[in-house]
């Protein structure tokens, strides 16, 4: 990975710190994408430590929040560097519903929309820098419901986090599905994956409703460091250079939930999303 450059968000903690050590000691420059200063920049020593002969840079923006996620793709377009990978993997879960400054429930604004905003505004230097990849966190918890609510995407009736959280893992399959169909010809990639159930502070926000579940499983639940290969694996491998469009498990290819293989319904999620993000 030496001279290449990976973004990866929500790179503070959990699996997406452990998904930049990876990178960083195979030698890439790493552009760390986090909502906290104080925790980003103690994350970004910690990396750099781990860096080989790559470069380490924090950006500070909230995902939820698309003006930041804007101004954060404009820095970087300012500049010439390229971006080779870029690893979507902030996300959260809630167990109240809430919304952003922008109008939209939090979970589907931070878990989707964000990642769907920041890979359209930074994919013309992504195409740029080919052969280049898209590698997006979702989770087995998307087959969780009966499959995207288009007529109540913003969730405010009957409110249930877990359902909401699993929406939005499939708002990532389905975009990555699409995304894939629209990079065909590019020498760009997209891909997407479950990460295997992970002992980490994610689950801890407003609450967290899967806390007593997280402290229930943590003695059967993967350490960040191993959640993370798929991801690494995703952005790095040579066995995955000409693979795009697909969903994988512990590094290996597999077969999503019925709900995350309607392409009418990733069309329609896109055109929505673009809506969404006034792009």
């Known amino acids: 990975m030496t001279g290449r450059t990976c973004m990866v968000t929500g790179a503070s903690s959990g699996i997406g710190k452990a998904t930049a050590i990876g990178l960083a000691r195979m030698g890439a420059d790493l552009v760390l994408v986090c909502r906290d200063r104080g925790r980003g920049e103690d994350a970004a020593e910690e990396i750099s430590d781990q860096a080989g002969s790559g470069f ?6 909230d995902l939820g929040v698309q003006s930041q996620i804007r101004r954060l793709a404009e820095g970087l377009l300012s500049t010439s560097r390229p971006l080779h990978v870029l690893v979507n993997n902030a996300g959260v879960t809630i167990n109240d519903r809430s919304e952003t400054e922008d109008g939209i429930e ?4 931070i878990n989707h929309l964000g990642p769907f905003l920041l890979t359209n505004l930074l994919l013309d230097r992504i195409k740029e820098s080919a052969p280049s990849r898209v590698v997006t966190v979702s989770s087995v918890a998307h087959k969780f419901g009966s499959g995207m609510n ?6 405010e009736q009957n409110y249930g986090g877990l359902r909401v959280y699993g ?6 399959i389905l975009f990555t599905r699409e995304l894939a169909r629209r990079l065909e010809g590019t020498d760009v990639t997209a891909n997407s994956l479950h990460p295997g159930s992970v002992a980490s502070n994610f689950g801890q926000n407003n609450g967290g409703f899967l806390r007593p579940l997280i402290r229930l499983m943590a003695p059967m639940m993967k350490s960040p460091e191993k959640g993370a290969q ?3 694996f995703l952005a790095s491998s040579p066995e995955v250079q000409s693979v795009s469009g697909a969903y994988f498990v512990n590094c290996k290819e597999q077969t999503p939930g019925r709900a995350a293989t309607d392409e009418a319904d990733a069309k329609r999620l896109w055109d929505l999303s673009t809506e969404m993000t006034s792009l």
Not at 150 to 155: A, H, P, Q, R, V
């Open 56 to 61: 380490v840079e924090l950006l500070i923006a």
């Open 106 to 109: 939090t979970t589907f604004a």
């Open 150 to 155: 288009f007529e109540d995407i913003n969730s």
């Open 167 to 172: 929406r939005s893992k499939l708002a990532n």
């Open 230 to 232: 798929t991801s690494i």
